[in-house]
């Protein structure tokens, strides 16, 4: 469609690769059960001498000898740019509908018509990188909070133990050549792939990534054959996008159900969906859990602000990730590194020096004695971990201030709630903008504010900056600040504006 992703093979910036023969992906395609009908064009070349030069969604980025896949997406339909793309030079195009008569309105032009374009682009970029996946240990993270630090700590995990690992991340991508920041959780099948690809050839033996929901309903990790699997937690988040908690649910499922005999599901058994991710699952299954019976079991020994001492499936260790939350994620990359294979000592020796997240429970000391801490909580359930976190480590008679909002253009079911934790758990609470996109943000703040009682006793200060700013010279010496929402990242959005902003750089400016 007119405005999505492309790969060429000829490009200095990217993964080099050989052109993909039509035959091969027309194997490929017919193979996976979606190739229904060929169309050859009169003018458009025998099927055996057709090579796909660039593989594209995105109508305007096809050049002569593009392969154009027409993806039914969520705002626009790819169907609609076939025109363009064939105009552009498209030699081939995947579609689901073939145009009327299309053999001569487009002679130069290979129709393929499959039953499904998203599952054909996954194929067919695969296929253009020389299925690099096959390659690599996959180990993939879903759940609603903690998959950006389960993610980072198997990398940590893996590296350590001497596995040359790619990362991709809500924060990064590390490919063992480079890094580079993200703009997706988990990227499209072009881009995925041809980050594989490059993993590949920097060396790289495994990858621990970030497998969205988003990235699950819209097929973008389809083939990908995970070792390992991780159930982190499920609440309320992107109902605007799946529109019910059932079928945000659903998306989650299809990572595990998706595995094969030999991988491992690892799950969360204290949260209420757990069993329920595994279910169906054909993969060993593996449990882990701080307050229930679990295959992995784990104690709170210790919690301060420095970190966790825990007992790991009868091993204690110190770490140096903080709140009684990252124990689960300890846990799981625990049980990931054991069902590779390595042991247990080893891996905890390793995941006891992996240093915290950037922007997940990001402590900042002020010489007064003053904590403020930048994490990226914006569901309900991660704010409430946070604050309940970090009061079990603040000192008697300190005040715990919480800083927060909602994004816009997201889902706004959660905003109320939100509002209920922080008056539930915070001493004083300070409401401003997230990234309120294209929403107007006080209409933010007033879905906020329908879930709070006593909204007179709270701040509501729409401008972030102004609200960091006010908590800095309301806070006293040894209070604890929580900034939340934004965690690591370094821009605003606000309307159509993109602006440079970091909550830990804000707070350095104003508590000094």
């Given at each position: ?329 300890l846990a799981a990359a625990y049980g990931v590194g054991t069902a590779l294979g390595f042991p247990p000592e080893a891996v905890l020796d390793a995941l006891a020096d992996a240093p915290p997240v950037p922007g997940r429970f990001e402590p900042l000391r002020v010489e007064d004695g003053t904590t403020v801490i930048v994490d990226y ?136």
């Open positions: 469609m007119a405005g999505s992703q492309s790969v060429r093979a000829d490009r200095s910036d990217e993964t080099a690769h050989a052109p993909l023969p039509w035959s091969t992906l027309r194997r490929r395609l017919r193979d996976a059960g979606l190739l229904e009908e060929t169309i050859r064009g009169a003018d458009a070349p025998a099927p055996d001498s057709l090579t796909i030069e660039t593989l594209t969604d995105d109508s305007r980025a096809v050049e002569p000898g593009a392969g154009f896949v027409a993806v039914r997406g969520v705002e626009a339909d790819g169907h609609s740019f076939i025109d363009m793309a064939v105009e552009n030079g498209a030699c081939l195009v995947v579609c689901e509908a073939v145009p009327e008569r299309a053999r001569e309105r487009f002679p130069g032009t290979v129709f393929a018509r499959v039953t499904d374009t998203r599952t054909a682009l996954a194929e067919a970029a695969a296929a253009f990188y020389g299925d690099p996946a096959d390659a690599l240990r996959l180990v993939g993270v879903t759940g609603t909070n903690g998959k950006t630090t389960v993610a980072y700590l198997v990398h940590h995990l893996l590296e350590t133990l001497g596995a040359s690992t790619g990362l991709l991340s809500t924060i990064e991508v590390r490919t063992g050549a480079r890094t580079t920041k993200m703009n997706l959780t988990t990227p499209g099948p072009l881009a995925l792939h041809r980050t594989l690809r490059e993993m590949v050839e920097a060396g790289c033996t495994a990858c621990a990534m970030e497998v969205s929901s988003h990235a699950l309903a819209q097929k973008r990790v389809h083939g990908l054959d995970h070792e390992a699997a991780i159930f982190t937690n499920l609440s309320v988040d992107h109902l605007n996008y799946h529109g019910s908690l059932e079928a945000y649910r659903a998306a989650k499922k299809r990572l595990f159900d998706g595995l094969g005999p030999d991988a491992t599901a690892l799950y969360n058994a204290d949260d209420e969906a757990g069993p329920t991710m595994v279910a169906d699952t054909a993969a060993s299954v593996v449990s882990f859990a701080v307050d229930s019976e679990a295959d992995i079991g784990v104690s709170v020994l210790q919690s301060d602000i420095d970190g966790l001492r825990l007992r790991i499936d009868g091993h204690e260790r110190r770490f140096r990730l903080a709140g009684r939350f990252n124990a689960y994620n909580a914006h569901t309900p359930d991660a704010l409430e971990n946070i604050l309940r976190a970090v009061r079990e480590t603040m000192p008697d008679g300190a005040t715990l201030w919480c800083v927060f909002g909602c994004g816009g253009d997201r889902d706004a079911s959660k905003r109320p709630e939100m509002g209920r934790v922080a008056e539930r758990l915070a001493d004083r609470a300070i409401v401003t903008s997230d990234n309120p996109r294209t929403e107007e943000p006080v209409a933010i703040l007033n879905d906020i504010r329908d879930g709070v009682q006593r909204p007179d006793a709270m701040r509501w200060i729409v401008d972030r900056e102004e609200a960091i700013q006010a908590a800095a010279d309301e806070s006293a010496p040894g209070d604890v600040v929580v900034i939340a929402g934004r965690g690591h990242e370094a821009t605003q959005t606000i309307g159509t504006d993109t602006r440079p902003f970091d909550d830990r750089e804000i707070a350095r400016r104003y508590f000094g």
